[in-house]
């Protein structure tokens, strides 16, 4: 047989074409991205679940209504492309102009209320959608069998996105969006309606993304999670790419897939990672990405700001607030149940760690729970594998998570803004990829029964009141440091940078450095917090280095108040409250999650404490 | 020659084919005020962006007290003591207008990496703050979050932090804009104040004010270099009139 670098040829082939299957989804969908940030501003991350619409809704064709493939190649991009322009106009319309960040949390928010209403219809498990008659079959080409539907995929992407690279780049209506990208006031004056046109942009690229979907419905199984895994990788690919081109989208998106199917072919088991190694290669040596522009500082001096009303901080108030926290730690415990308690303090202190950030470094991570997650796996392997003592274990996971940050920070803070939120996301999945992979995590059971031990020789933590004193007395301590920290020298650095960071710099300030530090104690907070988790429940599981962790921090912050110190507490409560008590619902949850993040961002961006404190006028 | 601060040679910008500032040679002295100005459009702020390293020239060269700084990061040029301020007010709004002071100095002091401390124990520097302070008479807000203030005092609290870093090299980014006639001499007389035993570098559409303030002018046009010269000689060159007519320049 013949063998190529030792492997042979029809494997490297198959692989090769997998590959560039995998690449014009990769293709497809970044250039949906790129084509909706370079107009909107917005980081669409409702993308997944719009490629998912596409697959369902021409499956519902096929099965409801008899229409096939072929028409539904056409028909279903068309509808959920529709249901984009209506999303645009009714909600992303509403936030045009704020801070980029919320863009993405809307989008988020959208993307779990459309994915938990079609969980609940048709549960995770996937439908079957059969290759339409006409693209069945093959050809043999000698060194191997060519399927004729692959094919067609990579030829169908390859037209679409080389099309819509045309119509940008080479029409006049491709020249207006430009234009729009660039100043949108000038167009304006030439009698052009920019509102519309955002309008139509947004529809295009969501039908590319279900486009992407119809392709995808007769090779991969249908199902409300079909989106998520390719929607993470797409943001890599944008973050290697980088936004500027939409030639460079279509580029990096096939070879991506390329590179990914050749690392199976030689390294199988690096191949669900190599697309996150590249792109931890690509923020080392050009942080803007390879077809990317720098980002420059200029355009942060005219960034506009919310209108911000700021009250006083009296501390005598905080001083009271933090009287009542120790008051209320020690009551909780009569009236409910000490294990959820416990779980509450873990969460809050990781909504506060990553407030630190969010709130008072204006970073938004969208992989906190690689730290809350890898210093859980490492507490419970360093206490039941290397039988570490309760108090060494603890240290273990919280160094682990403080060095993970160290590393993620570095590569992310090279990146600003929207990309900063997208290249953490990517580099947390590549930590959940290893943790599935490598065997000390146990995989899908986790690693269980970890052992609780006994604090430095003297407390038995098996008893549940112990282990209560413990963790209150953990909670408190470092929420108390971290309301130091906000509140020192340092903590005006981040803040004056937070505000404006060009005046920061004008000031001889070098913001990264700052923002590194906060970044580090962030993720070292969140660490803690994941590691005291495992104690709790003598579980490490793969649902803590999961992105919907870092999703569920995010709309704690959000929904308690992110300007604020102690909004976040509120919000762990109220939303680990809804988990304990909606559970009946089952994954009407989500939805009511998804809902609750849209009416934050639209209409309640202060929180609950936020609204609370411009109230009484006083900083909470 | 060592009293000249800050020059450029032959910087040039251009975005995308256009030459936004096309070949400029600026030479600023040691100890003067020295001003910009042109018709709009003209590429001062640009040249600006450029001096501060906001932006990276197309070629060119800056030198700043006789070194190659063209390649340097602008938190590396405010670490020279060359600090600018904005053509938009550019505060840290929702800090107080004393904590907006006090972080400048914190920066120039050092400590601005403890995280440990309370930040009431900056109130060492509080006496030097307060005290940029009543300079731009702003010392009765001093407790007031700043973006409370008015668009001229936002302004006036830019000044101070901007003085609070004790820049040797000042560069003002049309200081006095969207100002009220008010406060454009308050501001003409605290910026002459501030220019003793400093070199600055001013942008600025209101030709009285740089008739007061400037030793030095330079004419931008079309990102060149139109004229040179004291105020007298610029104000009388025809080409320099030529520019201005039927220009229309905006800021009242």
Not at chain 1, 571 to 576: E, Q
């Amino acid at each position: 047989m013949t063998e190529l670098f030792g492997i042979p040829l029809p494997i490297l082939l198959g692989q090769l074409l997998v590959g560039l299957i995998n690449g014009a989804f990769y293709a497809t969908l970044s250039l949906g991205l790129a084509i909706i940030f370079g107009l909107l501003r917005i980081i669409n991350f409702a993308h997944g679940v719009q490629y998912m619409l596409g697959a369902f809704v021409s499956w519902m064709l096929l099965n409801y209504l008899g229409i096939g493939y072929g028409w539904s190649l056409i028909i279903a991009p068309l509808i959920v492309g529709v249901s984009g322009l209506v999303l645009e106009r009714v909600l992303l319309r509403r936030i045009h102009g704020l801070d980029h960040i919320y863009g993405l949390l809307l989008t988020f928010g959208v993307a779990l209320i459309v994915q938990g209403i079609f969980r609940n219809f048709y549960g995770a498990s996937g439908q079957a959608y059969a290759i339409p008659s006409w693209l069945s079959g093959g050809f043999n080409i000698g060194v191997m069998y060519l399927p004729a539907y692959r094919v067609w995929v990579i030829a169908i992407s390859a037209i679409v996105c080389i099309g819509t690279w045309f119509a940008i780049e080479k029409t006049r209506l491709g020249s207006y969006l430009r234009g729009a990208n660039e100043n949108p006031e000038i167009l304006e004056s030439f009698g052009i309606n920019v509102p519309l046109l955002l309008t139509l942009t947004y529809g295009v690229g969501v039908g590319l993304a279900a486009f992407a979907g119809v392709l995808a419905a007769p090779i991969y199984s249908v199902n409300p999670n079909m989106g998520d895994n390719l929607l993470i990788i797409a943001f890599a690919v944008v973050v290697i790419g980088g936004m500027g081109s939409i030639g460079g989208a279509i580029v990096t998106g096939f070879a991506m897939g390329v590179v990914e199917g050749l690392t199976k072919a030689f390294y199988p088991e690096f191949s669900e990672a190599v697309i996150f190694l590249v792109m931890i290669l690509v923020l080392m040596v050009k942080p803007t990405g390879v077809f990317g522009r720098a980002e420059s500082l200029i355009e942060q001096i005219s960034a506009p700001h919310e209108t911000v009303r700021v009250s006083r901080q009296p501390r005598f108030l905080h001083g009271w607030i933090f009287l009542g926290l120790i008051v209320l730690l020690i009551a909780a415990p009569f009236f409910l149940y000490p294990i959820f308690v416990m779980k509450l303090l873990c969460f809050g202190l990781f909504a506060c760690a990553f407030n630190l950030l969010l709130g008072h470094s204006g970073l938004l991570s969208f992989g906190h729970a690689a730290f809350y997650g890898i210093a859980s796996f490492l507490f419970a392997h360093s206490a039941k594998v290397w039988g570490l003592s309760p108090e060494g274990a603890l240290i273990v996971g919280t160094l682990s998570a403080a060095l993970l940050g160290l590393v993620f920070g570095w590569l992310a803070i090279k990146r600003r803004g929207i990309y900063f939120a997208m290249a953490t996301l990517a580099l947390s999945q590549l930590i959940y990829f290893l943790a599935v992979r490598m065997p000390f995590t146990g995989g899908e059971d986790g690693i269980q029964s970890v052992p609780r031990g006994v604090l430095l020789g003297i407390f038995d933590l098996n008893d549940d009141s112990t282990l209560y004193v413990l963790v209150a007395v953990i909670f408190l301590a470092s929420i108390f440091a971290i309301y130091r920290l906000i509140n020192s020298p340092l903590g005006q650095v981040l803040q004056a940078i937070k505000d404006n960071e060009a005046r920061a710099v004008s000031l001889g300030y070098k913001v990264t450095r700052y923002q590194l530090f906060a970044f580090v104690a962030s993720a070292t907070f969140a660490g803690l917090a994941g590691a005291l988790n495992a104690l709790v429940f003598q579980l490490a599981s793969l649902a803590d280095v999961h992105w919907s962790l870092s999703g569920e921090v995010i709309l704690m912050t959000l929904l308690g108040g992110m300007g604020t110190f102690f909004g976040p507490l509120i919000g762990a409560i109220v939303v680990l409250g809804m988990e304990n008590y909606l559970l009946f619902l089952g994954e009407w949850v989500t939805v009511i999650q998804g809902l609750v993040f849209v009416i934050c961002v639209l209409v309640f961006r202060s929180g609950l404490l936020g609204t609370l404190a411009q109230q009484i006028k006083m900083k909470l | 020659m060592n009293d000249i601060l800050l020059k450029t040679e032959n910087l040039t910008m251009s975005f995308g084919g256009f030459n936004a500032v096309d070949g400029v040679d600026l030479a600023v002295e040691r100890g003067s005020v020295h001003a910009l100005i042109g018709p709009n459009g003209a590429g001062k702020t640009t040249c600006f962006n450029l001096l501060t390293k906001f932006l990276s020239p197309t070629s060119g060269r800056i030198y700043h007290d006789g070194r190659d700084v063209t390649r340097m990061e602008p938190a590396e040029m405010a670490q020279r003591n060359l600090i600018r301020s904005f053509q938009i007010s550019s505060i840290f709004a929702t800090m107080t207008v004393l904590e907006n002071v006090l972080v400048a100095l914190q920066r120039r002091h050092g400590g601005s990496f403890v995280f440990w401390r309370r930040s009431r124990n900056l109130r060492q520097l509080e006496q030097e703050a307060m005290g940029l302070l009543e300079l731009v008479g702003l010392e009765d807000q001093a407790r007031e979050p700043a973006c409370s203030l008015s668009y001229g005092r936002k302004r006036a609290l830019e000044l101070a932090t901007t003085l609070a870093m004790d820049p040797s090299l000042m560069l003002l980014d049309e200081p006095t804009s969207g100002m009220g006639h008010e406060d454009v001499e308050r501001t003409a007389e605290l910026i002459s104040r501030a220019a003793e035993g400093r070199t600055v570098l001013i942008v600025e559409h209101n030709l009285p004010v740089v008739a007061k303030l400037a030793d030095r002018i330079t004419v931008l046009c079309r990102g060149q270099v139109l004229a040179e010269g004291d105020y007298e000689t610029v104000s009388n060159d025809p080409t320099v009139i030529k520019a201005y007519v039927g220009e229309d320049h905006d800021e009242h």
